[in-house]
C-alpha cells in the first residue's frame, strides 16, 4: 500500500486570498493525496472564508485530491457551537468531517467521520469506543512516542481504520479560551482586530534571556521548533501507518510535500531531504524529540 | 563548636519521628539517600538532614563550614520550625519569599510532602520528649503552637 | 415574599496525603477528592497521594464523619499502559469510593462497563466547556458531574445547567491554570514528561531556582527560563502559562498568558449558589495540610452564610495564593479572554 501524504488545515490566520492562492497552488502542483480544510483555531476568523470553501473544495477535488473538514478545536461559546452543529450536519457528498472537540463527536455519532489531532486518542481504548461510533481514520495527538503509536497502528489495523501522524510543522502545545496574540497587543478577544494576521507562522515567544522557546497562534500555542519526522517515516510505515501531515506554514509547501513524497518513495534519501528542507524558508531548527519519547523540542539524530 | 548535648538532642528527635513515623520515610522514595541541608538564617548554625529509613540523622554544624548538599532549605528558624509543624504552608512561604530553595527541587517538594503528612504536631512531641528540658525552652516550643 | 429556594451545594475539597484529608474533614469539606501514588492521576507528584491501605483508611475515617471520597482518576493511560488506570478503578471500587472522576474516554468505557453502579464524574481534563460536549459525556457514560473549566462566566455555567442532564462543579478557589485541561503538552515539549500521561505540570525534578548574590531569583523548567523576580518581587513557581517572555513588538517581558496569581471567587459566592451550581471546588492537592485547615474553614463557613441568607464573610485568603495576587479570571466577565 502506498503511503498517504496529506495537508493538515491551515493554523494560522492568513488573509483570505493568499489562502485561496495557496489552495489552487497545492491543487495544481503540490503531490499531497488529501487536504485538510476548515478554521480549527478561532471561530472569529471563520468568516473571512467562507465564501472560499466550495470553489477550493472543488478545484481541489478535481485535481484528484481526497478534501476533508476539519471542525473548531475548542468549541464553548453560541458561536461556535453553531458552526460545529452546522458543519455536522451538512450533507457534503465527498467531504468527510474531522472532529476535533466533544462538541463535534456528540454530532457525529453513527456517522462515518475521521477524528482529529485535539482530540486524546492515547489508548487502544478510547479508539475501539470512537470507531464503535463512527470513527474510520484518526490523526493522533502530537506528543505521542513511537512506542505508543506502534500499538495504536496494531489496533487500528485490527479495527479496520487508518491512522495519521504529523510529520512536518509547528506543533500545537496547548489551547486557551483566552487570545495571547490580543493579549500581547493589550487588547482582548472581543476586540482583537486580527492581529494574529500579522504573524502568518505565530508569534515568537522567547524567554527573558532571549531563547526562542514557543509560538502564539491566536488562542493557541505552538512550539518554536518545526517538527519534522523525515528520518522516522520508514520506522513508521513499518508500524503500519498510513498516511502523514504536512501542517502548513508560510513558505514553499510545494517544495516541502515534495521533499515528504520522496522519501516516502524512497526516490530520495531522508538526510539529502533534511539537507533541501532546510533551504525552503522556514528559519528555524528541526526538532523531533516527542517521537522518541523525550522533551518534545529536542533534535534526536538517526543512528 | 556545637555542643555535644545539642547533637544528642538532634539525633534524639529523628530517631523518635522515624520510630514513630516511619510513613515519613516511605513517601521519601527516591529521596532517601539525599542530603538535605536546613539554613535557619538567624542562628549560627546549620542542620544537615540524611533521611535513611534505617538510619536517619540529623546532625548541626557550624555555618563557616563548607559542606555538601543535595538541596539547601533557608528561612528564619521560626517560619522552618512552624512549616516543619504544619502551621504554615510551605507554598505560600516560597511565593512571599520568607523561604528559599536551592538544588534538587524534587527532593525539596518530597520531604516537604511526606514532613507534611504528620497528624498532630512534631514540635508538641518533642517538648514531651524532653521533659528534663528547662521552662524556658518548653514554653518557647509549646507557644509556637499559638 | 419566600426566598427563591437554594440548594445546599457540596464543598470539595483537596487531600494530597491522610494528614491533610483529615484536616478538611475537619474543616467541613463536604467531599475530599484525591489520588493514588502514580500516574492516574494529575497531581502525580513526589511524596504526596494515597496507597491502598491509606486510601481505605482514610474513607473510613471521611465516612465516618459523613463526608464523601472522590477518587481523581483523571489522566490519559497511554497504550500498553491502561492496566494501571483499570487497577486504579478496580481498587477504588473495592474500597468504597464515592464517586471517581475521569477524563479518558477509554478509562470511562471501562468504569462504566465494569461497574454500571458506580457513580462518575467528569474531570476538567475532559476539556468539555459546551452544552453539547457535556451531554456527549452524559449519555455516553452516564456522568453524574461535570467539572466546568475555569474559563466560564456565571451567566454561562447558568445556561449550561438548564441545558444538560447533570450535576455542575466549578472552582472557586485556587491555581488559574490558563491553557484548556487536558489539552496542554506544555510540559512534555520542555522535560518530556507529559501532563496528560504522566500527571505532571512543570515537574519538580526540571525545576531550578537560582538566586544571584543581590537576591534576584530565577526559576527555570528544564533548559528554559520561565521568569526572573527582584528581591522585592514575589515569585511563582516556574509554570510555563505564568512565565515572562519577550516579543518583538514590546520593550520588556511580559506575562504572555498569565502573571502568576489564583482564583478567589469569595465575592461571587451568592451568584453561584443562585446560579444553581451543585458542588464548589477549591484546587491544591499539591498544598500542605496548613492550606487545606485554612482554606476549608474560611470556605465552609462563608457557604453557610449564604445559606442563612447572611453576606459571606470570607477570611483573607491571599497569603496563601500565588504572586500574593488573586483574580475571579473569567466567571466575572468575558473581557478576561
Known amino acids: ?303 | ?146 | 415574599m419566600h426566598p427563591k429556594k437554594i440548594i445546599p451545594p457540596e464543598l470539595v475539597c483537596p487531600a494530597g496525603t491522610p494528614a491533610s484529608l483529615r484536616a478538611a474533614v475537619d474543616a467541613g469539606a463536604d467531599a475530599v477528592y484525591c489520588g493514588f501514588q502514580n500516574a492516574t492521576n494529575a497531581r502525580n507528584f513526589p511524596g504526596l497521594n494515597f496507597t491502598f491501605e491509606e486510601l481505605q483508611n482514610s474513607i473510613a475515617y471521611a465516612h465516618n464523619h459523613g463526608t464523601k471520597v472522590l477518587l481523581a482518576a483523571n489522566t490519559f493511560p497511554p497504550a500498553g499502559k491502561t492496566d494501571l488506570w483499570k487497577q486504579a478503578i478496580d481498587n477504588a471500587v473495592c474500597l468504597g469510593i464515592d464517586a471517581i472522576i475521569v477524563a479518558d474516554i477509554g478509562v470511562a468505557v471501562y468504569a462504566q462497563n465494569k461497574y454500571p453502579d458506580q457513580r462518575l464524574h467528569l474531570s476538567v481534563q475532559a476539556g468539555a466547556p459546551s452544552i453539547e460536549a457535556i451531554k456527549y459525556y452524559c449519555e455516553e457514560f452516564n456522568i453524574k458531574r461535570v467539572v466546568l473549566p475555569r474559563i466560564l462566566t456565571i451567566p454561562e455555567i447558568k445556561q449550561i445547567k438548564e441545558e444538560i442532564p447533570c450535576e455542575i462543579e466549578c472552582f472557586i478557589f485556587g491555581n488559574h491554570g490558563l491553557m484548556a485541561e487536558g489539552r496542554c503538552s506544555l510540559t512534555n515539549y520542555t522535560t518530556g514528561l507529559s501532563t496528560n500521561m504522566d500527571g505532571v505540570c512543570s515537574p519538580a525534578s526540571h525545576v531550578k531556582y537560582e538566586e544571584d548574590e543581590n537576591k534576584n531569583l530565577t526559576t527555570k523548567l528544564g533548559e528554559f527560563t520561565i521568569d526572573q523576580f527582584s528581591c522585592s518581587q514575589n515569585p511563582g513557581y516556574p509554570t510555563i502559562c505564568k512565565g515572562r517572555y519577550l516579543v518583538p513588538h514590546r520593550q520588556d517581558a511580559y506575562y504572555a498568558f498569565e502573571e502568576p496569581i489564583s482564583l478567589n471567587l469569595a465575592n461571587l459566592l451568592p451568584d453561584l449558589i443562585e446560579a444553581g451550581v451543585h458542588a464548589l471546588k477549591i484546587e491544591g492537592r499539591q498544598r500542605s495540610r496548613a492550606y487545606i485547615k485554612a482554606v476549608v474553614s474560611s470556605w465552609r463557613s462563608a457557604i453557610d452564610d449564604v445559606l442563612e441568607g447572611k453576606p459571606p464573610h470570607i477570611s483573607d485568603l491571599l497569603a496563601l495564593t500565588e504572586g500574593n495576587k488573586q483574580t475571579e479570571g473569567a466567571y466575572a466577565s468575558k473581557r478576561w479572554r
Open chain 1, 1 to 303: 500500500m502506498t503511503a498517504e501524504l496529506t495537508l493538515g488545515p491551515i493554523l494560522f490566520h492568513w488573509p483570505a486570498d493568499k489562502k485561496r492562492d495557496f489552495y489552487f497552488q497545492i491543487a495544481d502542483e503540490s503531490p499531497v493525496d488529501t487536504v485538510y480544510i476548515g478554521e480549527v483555531i478561532c471561530s472569529k476568523r471563520s468568516p473571512f472564508f467562507e465564501s472560499y470553501y466550495e470553489e477550493i473544495a472543488e478545484r481541489l477535488q478535481k485535481s484528484g485530491k481526497k478534501v476533508v473538514f476539519s471542525s473548531l478545536a475548542e468549541v464553548m461559546i453560541p458561536r461556535e457551537r453553531k458552526m460545529t452543529e452546522g458543519l455536522c450536519s451538512v450533507e457534503t457528498c465527498n467531504i468527510e468531517i474531522e472532529a476535533n472537540d466533544s462538541a463535534a463527536l456528540y454530532h457525529l455519532r453513527g456517522m462515518p467521520h475521521r477524528i482529529g489531532s485535539f482530540l486524546n486518542v492515547y489508548n487502544e481504548d478510547t479508539m475501539e469506543f470512537l470507531v464503535s461510533k463512527g470513527a474510520k481514520h484518526f490523526t493522533l495527538p502530537p506528543e505521542l512516542p513511537s512506542s505508543v503509536l506502534k500499538i495504536l497502528a496494531q489496533k487500528a489495523r485490527a479495527l479496520d481504520v487508518t491512522i495519521e501522524v504529523q510529520v512536518y510543522g509547528r506543533v500545537g502545545l496547548a489551547l486557551s479560551a483566552r487570545c495571547y496574540h490580543a493579549r500581547s497587543h493589550n487588547r482582548v478577544k472581543d476586540n482583537c482586530q486580527f492581529v494574529c494576521e500579522q504573524d502568518p507562522d505565530g508569534m515568537t515567544l522567547n524567554t527573558i534571556n532571549g531563547t526562542p522557546f514557543l509560538s502564539i497562534n491566536g488562542i493557541q500555542t505552538l512550539s518554536y521548533h518545526c517538527l519534522s519526522l523525515l528520518n522516522e517515516l520508514d520506522d513508521m510505515k513499518k508500524m503500519g501507518i498510513q498516511a502523514f501531515r504536512i501542517s502548513p506554514h508560510n513558505h514553499d509547501m510545494v517544495k516541502t510535500s515534495s521533499l515528504y513524497r520522496d522519501v516516502l518513495d524512497k526516490t530520495i534519501s531522508p538526510k539529502e531531504a533534511l539537507v533541501k528542507l532546510k533551504k525552503t524558508g522556514l528559519q528555524i531548527p528541526f526538532s523531533n524529540g516527542f517521537y522518541h519519547g523525550t522533551d518534545g523540542y529536542r533534535w534526536i539524530k538517526s543512528a
Open chain 2, 1 to 146: 563548636m556545637i555542643s555535644f548535648i545539642t547533637q544528642l538532642f538532634l539525633g534524639k528527635i529523628v530517631r523518635y519521628i522515624s520510630q514513630t513515623r516511619p510513613d515519613i520515610f516511605n513517601r521519601m522514595e527516591a529521596h532517601t539517600d539525599k542530603v538535605f541541608l536546613i539554613d535557619p538564617v538567624n542562628l549560627p548554625l546549620v542542620l544537615i538532614l540524611k533521611p535513611q529509613k534505617e538510619n536517619p540523622s540529623l546532625t548541626a554544624c557550624p555555618r563557616h563550614k563548607i559542606l555538601k548538599y543535595d538541596a539547601r532549605i533557608s528561612g528564619t528558624f521560626l517560619t522552618l520550625l512552624k512549616m516543619i509543624d504544619g502551621q504554615l504552608d510551605g507554598d505560600a512561604l516560597f511565593f512571599t519569599r520568607d523561604l528559599t530553595i536551592e538544588g534538587d527541587t524534587e527532593a525539596v517538594v518530597c520531604l516537604r510532602n511526606a514532613l507534611d503528612d504528620v497528624d498532630g504536631s512534631v514540635v508538641e512531641d518533642v517538648a514531651t520528649l524532653f521533659p528534663l528540658l528547662g521552662t524556658p525552652t518548653l514554653s518557647f516550643l509549646r507557644n509556637i503552637k499559638n
